[in-house]
């Protein structure tokens, strides 16, 4: 089974400029998950999907932030304009739907954001 | 509000034993889970308690006291490859909306 795939793995961009990250989620898994780690500090969540719908986004930082899952497959998040702060790793994560013995997210290797 | 807390950073000895510990403040509290992360790779389940007490997976054993807000995960039989990064955390309100520790990184020495 193919795990959680996120492209790029690392993209360095300079400020106000705009970056959209991808991830693909374990084929059949309805919940999508976005989390960050900004230097020195925790992975922190941002929005969670339940196929196409944005079941809670209430850790998204800003309006400069935009995610979308159309079609209830893969995401896409957006950055624009990016600010330096926004420098950070940005990780996906899946899970499928069901008894809450299958409670476990599956992570992606993260794509690595450099604002310059 | 919503807290965990973990060691920084530890060393330990190959075929040791280690105990890192994790101590969390959330609300809406659904269960702990440990993840291992090497660096660059993605985090990597390895253990999720709901209920007090210990569950053990082989070399790794994790223990929940949900009254004194206390984890820990155990590695037994340490080995270099468990050099790597532990994250604790908390899943606040049940819909894997994790609240994570900052880590702590473990370096396994010969």
């Known amino acids: 089974e193919a795990g959680v795939t996120q492209f790029p793995s690392h993209s360095v961009i300079e400020k106000g400029q705009t970056v959209t990250l991808r991830c693909d989620p374990i084929?059949?898994?309805?919940?999508l998950y976005w989390y960050r780690r900004v230097m020195g500090k925790e992975i922190k969540f941002l929005l969670h999907f339940v196929k196409e719908s944005k079941q809670d986004e209430s850790g998204m930082p800003n309006n400069r932030f935009l995610a979308e899952r159309t079609g209830g497959t893969y995401s896409t998040l957006k950055v624009q304009p990016a600010e330096l702060e926004d420098s950070g790793v940005y990780f996906c994560?899946?899970?499928?739907?069901?008894?809450?013995?299958?409670?476990?997210?599956?992570f992606g290797a993260g794509s690595r954001l450099t604002v310059l | 509000g919503q807290n965990i807390d973990q060691p920084t950073e530890m060393t330990a000895t190959e075929g040791a034993i280690v105990q890192i510990n994790c101590t969390y403040q959330t609300s809406g509290f659904n269960g702990l889970f440990w993840y291992q992360q090497h660096a660059g790779e993605a985090p990597t389940f390895l253990s999720y308690?709901?209920?007090?007490g210990l569950e053990e997976k082989g070399r790794f054993s994790s223990f929940l006291s949900r009254s004194k807000g206390y984890s820990y995960l155990l590695l037994k039989e340490l080995q270099m490859k468990d050099s790597a990064s532990y994250l604790c955390a908390g899943d606040s309100g049940g819909y894997n909306k994790l609240i994570f520790g900052a880590g702590t990184r473990l370096a396994v020495h010969p």
């Open positions: 308690n709901v209920l007090d």
């Open positions: 994560a899946s899970k499928e739907s069901g008894a809450s013995g299958a409670n476990v997210l599956t």
């Open positions: 084929s059949g898994h309805d919940n």
